[in-house]
């Protein structure tokens, strides 16, 4: 394998997601401002190329791929005050972006992943502490919906998705540089999302199948 491409100006604060092979790099702040730069990188070739510029710049963003589609969620364009809920997506197909419905709640620093065909995220900062909030957005029906929220409000959290459950681990529970080593857990009745797995059935639990995070704690 050849070296890497890299970038005197690389940012920080970028999301990425992969999908078939290709890493989806977008947004950030680089030296002088935050940034709407869209790279996409070719594992196989081990090569970087510029993909159309995302239209809000923004960092400290979070995405995912859902049904092919890369999504960039939120993010700010400077302090915890320009906090966004800019939601747009980037179709490979056509190589281009469009804007779907706006989250409900504006934040960075937050995480999310995917489930049952729908876009999960949770977490995040904004002026009055950490984020609690927990959102689904459903492609199909181009809407949001809320689901219970975190018992731990944090950002810079790790979220990933394994069977039917969803788990949120570590970040801050104050802005800035806070830490933590709580796990909580979201659980589903099923792996499959439908109108009814918005009420009670979903829910934040313990679960004695979950090791702790090193010496942390579990929800």
Known sequence: MGRTQTHADSPGA????????????????????????FEIYDIEADTWSSGPAMPTAREHLTAAVLDGKFYAIGGRTGNLYSNLR????????????????????????FGATTLGGVLVVMGGESPNGTNPQVEVYDPAEDAWFALPNLPTPRHGLG???LGNRIYAAAGGTEPGFFYSDA???????SA????????AETFFCNLPVVSKLLRGSVC
């Not at 997506?89 to 409900?104: C, I, K, R």
């Not at 796990?183 to 009745?189: A, C, P």
């Open 86 to 109: 800019t939601t747009e997506v980037y179709d490979p197909a056509t190589n281009s972006w469009e804007a779907v419905t706006a989250m409900p709640t504006a934040r960075s620093g």
């Open 159 to 161: 979220v990933a998705a």
């Open 192 to 199: 499959s999302f439908s109108r009814v797995s918005r009420s």
């Open 14 to 37: 970028l999301a990425a997601a992969v999908h078939e092979g290709r890493i989806y790099a977008a947004g950030g702040v680089g030296i002088d401002d935050v940034t709407d730069t």
């Open 183 to 189: 796990v909580e857990v979201l659980t589903f009745e």
